[in-house]
């Protein structure tokens, strides 16, 4: 009889236990959350949001964050800068003297919130902002101190503050863009080198700064609880960053500013009620001179290197141009590369080179010759003959030349000279003399990046390469993508795409 009143004793308080982790968004000491299916997060008192584990990129990859709770996308808002994706069974923990820990499933620990003393409770706030209070009432570490790429309505960003793009929308890694207020008041975009922590030359800048008269430079870019958005001077003074008539009620209307992976800021709003169809719409954005800027260092850095950027709309459109292919199809904002690796070797022949021609395509930074006057053949012909010559620009009369990596690509209607990339003609995979000679169509690679979703859903795999399944047009495809090339592999394509063209 004993044992049976210490069991059921026993597994009631093991129950509590886990209940009492949390009360009215408060956190104790000592609760943790686990990396699983079917683990309740922390929720703040109104249910808004919940902090915890979200499951992305599939069943054993999760990101410790906090996201909006009520509406059907969940959307996350704050995740940690350091090792933020993590594999099933990592664990975060509360932990007096040292606020949250984040280790793996073996226990390695991954990121904390740093040491800080008396740790009494956590609470996350109806704000989106978690916090870790000590006995006195006094916070001691907070998520808004913290940003991850997205600001929320009472959130400040302090002189120094930081906010850092994702590398893309499934990709939680620091990206290449960042919001800065700096320390002389000046608010800025700009984009960084993401191996070195680098800032380039900003592309959008307020102009808050004051070098004459401190006491008027920025001090803190404030986002009211209205939504609107304004930089407060030392001074007491406001400069808008939005206007009071750019937000949507913030009784009805979620809101949040997000640094998009593309570099743009947005301010986003979604219905508070709304149907299960209802999704986030742009309302404000700040883009600078994205794609166009190049500043006194030479580089904005829209997109990755030998990249276009190409501003069709209110969002940069970056796109690899002919001759060139995405080093990660996964990031179509990366570095791409050429399609043929040029030879140096002492001798080697020029004949089988030629070139691709691309209207209003510029790479404004990459010169490292200028030839006057020249005719186009007389142009073409003298990188024909200089290996390091990947590309010219030519205008009628100049001819630059440009050797690789190339920079701050951009295409418009403002650039009225026309780019030649330098390809191999029996080589690239544009129709040449040696090219397949079938009546079937051909697509450029970023085409069939589209059609497969990336190279999403394997098919099957051959001897000199991996198919996979895609749409064109509606119709579902087979697309076999090479993953290594050689001349007996070339003649063994060849063959089996001839084959295909017969039959079919």
Not at 211 to 239: E, V, W
Not at 240 to 256: A, I, K, P
Not at 436 to 450: D, G, M, P, R, S
Request: proline share 4%.
């Amino acid at each position: 009889m004993a044992l049976i009143i210490y069991f059921i004793l026993l597994t009631s308080l093991q129950t509590y236990s886990v209940v009492a982790q949390q009360r009215n968004g408060s956190v104790l000491v000592g609760a943790s959350l686990r990396a699983q299916d079917g683990i309740e997060p922390w929720l703040s008192p109104s249910g808004d949001f919940a902090f915890g584990f979200k499951q992305i990129q599939g069943k054993d990859n999760f990101v410790l964050s906090i996201w909006y709770a009520k509406i059907p996308d969940q959307t996350i808002i704050w995740y940690p800068q350091t090792n933020p994706t993590v594999s099933k069974g990592s664990k975060v923990e509360l932990i007096n003297r040292r606020g949250f820990v984040l280790s793996d499933h073996q226990g390695k620990e991954l990121w904390s919130s740093g040491s800080i003393s008396d740790v009494a409770y956590g609470v996350m706030n109806d704000t989106g902002n978690f916090v870790i209070v000590d006995s006195d009432s006094v916070n001691l570490w907070e998520s808004f101190n913290n940003p991850a790429d997205t600001m929320l309505p009472t959130q400040a960003l302090q002189r120094g503050g930081v906010i850092n793009s994702k590398l893309s929308q499934t990709n939680f890694s620091k990206g290449r863009f960042q919001l800065r207020l700096l320390q002389d008041g000046n608010l800025v975009l700009n984009s960084r080198d993401i191996a070195f922590d680098f800032a380039y030359a900003p592309y959008y800048e307020s102009k808050t700064d004051d070098p004459s008269n401190s006491s008027n430079s920025g001090s803190q870019m404030i986002f009211d609880a209205t939504g609107y958005m304004y930089i407060l001077r030392r001074n007491g003074q406001r400069s808008e960053v939005t206007t009071r008539n750019t937000t949507l009620s913030s009784e009805q209307y979620y809101h949040r500013l997000t640094l998009d992976p593309d570099g743009v800021l947005t301010l986003y709003a979604h219905p508070k009620n709304s149907p299960g169809n209802a999704s986030w719409e742009s309302i404000w954005v700040e883009r600078g001179n994205l794609c166009s800027y190049v500043g006194i260092l030479g580089d904005s850095r829209a997109c990755g290197f030998n990249n276009v950027c190409n501003l069709k709309t209110e969002r940069p459109n970056c796109e690899c141009p002919q001759g060139f292919s995405l080093q990660d199809p996964n990031d179509p904002n990366g570095d791409c590369k050429l399609d043929f690796t040029p030879r140096c070797d002492v001798g080697a022949s020029n004949e089988d080179l030629g070139f691709i021609e691309l209207n209003n395509v510029n790479w404004p930074q990459s010169d490292y010759m200028r030839i006057t006057p020249i005719d186009e053949q007389g142009c073409k012909n003298n990188c024909k003959e200089d290996c390091f010559c990947a590309v010219v620009i030519y205008n009628n009369i100049d001819c630059f030349k440009k050797r690789l990596p190339l920079t701050n690509g951009r295409k418009g209607t403002s650039e009225i000279s026309k780019a030649l990339v330098k390809i191999r003609k029996d080589k690239n995979h544009y129709p040449s003399s040696k090219a397949i000679n079938t009546n079937l169509l051909h697509f450029t690679y970023q085409e069939l990046v589209k059609a497969t979703n990336v190279f999403k859903e394997e098919l099957g795999k051959g001897a000199f390469g991996i198919v996979y399944k895609g749409v064109i047009d509606t119709k579902v495809v087979a697309v076999k993508k090479l993953d290594r090339v050689f001349d007996d592999g070339e003649k063994e394509f060849q063959a089996e795409v001839n084959a295909i063209a017969i039959t079919h």
